[in-house]
């Protein structure tokens, strides 16, 4: 399965890097790229970044070069359902990115202050392309279950965690005041139903 997870790896930074960016130009006039900003915002883009290029490229590239599985991993069905997974989260990743407009930035800009997504797949969860991404990992781990690639996913879950809980949440806290905090109040942080935050008052 090491060849379809780079095929699929190469899917997604086609659609991550060139066709998401692409659709956003024509939309908006711009392409939504954003620089993080400070140490820790690069710190946990570095993170999510590694920890995909792990699972997508790294891994695969060992087990092709003869580095062999985990025990207890290697099975088949495992790595079928691991390439299903990932297949799938790459396209939730794409379209959960669409349903976000004009709102949509590669990373928080802190001088913006883009519209709050609250329907489609945000209804459902208020991360929801995290969500996709860290299962995308997982996927690739599954279908190449070696020490990189569970390195990576390990990677990709920290940075994820990192980047909405100490910027894009406390950002978009900022920005929107109440109206983010009773949406935080209804609706999880990256599984239904989990994460929701208690109501308080809006800062100034």
Same mark, same amino acid.
């Given at each position: ?14 659609? =991550? ?13 711009? $392409? ?41 991993? =290697? ?27 004009? $709102?949509?930035?590669?990373?928080? =800009? ?8 609250? $329907? ?85």
């Amino acid at each position: 399965m090491a060849a379809w997870a780079l095929v699929l790896f190469g899917v997604f930074l086609l659609l =991550d890097g060139g066709v998401r960016i692409a659709v956003q130009q024509r939309r908006t006039g711009e $392409s939504g790229v954003r620089r993080p900003a400070g140490v820790f915002h690069w710190c946990a883009r570095l993170a999510s970044a590694l920890g995909g290029l792990a699972a997508g490229v790294a891994a695969p590239a060992g087990a092709l070069a003869g580095l062999g599985p985990l025990p207890g991993l =290697d099975r088949p069905a495992l790595r079928v359902a691991g390439v299903v997974l990932a297949a799938v989260s790459i396209a939730a990743v794409f379209a959960c990115q669409l349903a976000m407009g004009a $709102s949509w930035r590669t990373t928080v =800009d802190p001088a913006e202050r883009p519209a709050l997504v609250t $329907s489609g797949p945000f209804s459902l969860v208020r991360n929801p392309i995290y969500t996709a991404l860290t299962a995308m990992t997982a996927g690739l781990a599954l279908a190449v279950p070696n020490a990189i690639s569970v390195a990576g996913l390990a990677a990709m879950a920290i940075g994820n965690e990192l980047q909405v809980r100490r910027i894009e949440e406390p950002y978009l806290k900022r920005i929107h005041g109440d109206a983010w905090q009773e949406y935080a109040a209804r609706t999880g942080r990256f599984v239904p139903g989990l994460g929701r935050l208690r109501r308080t008052a809006a800062s100034s």
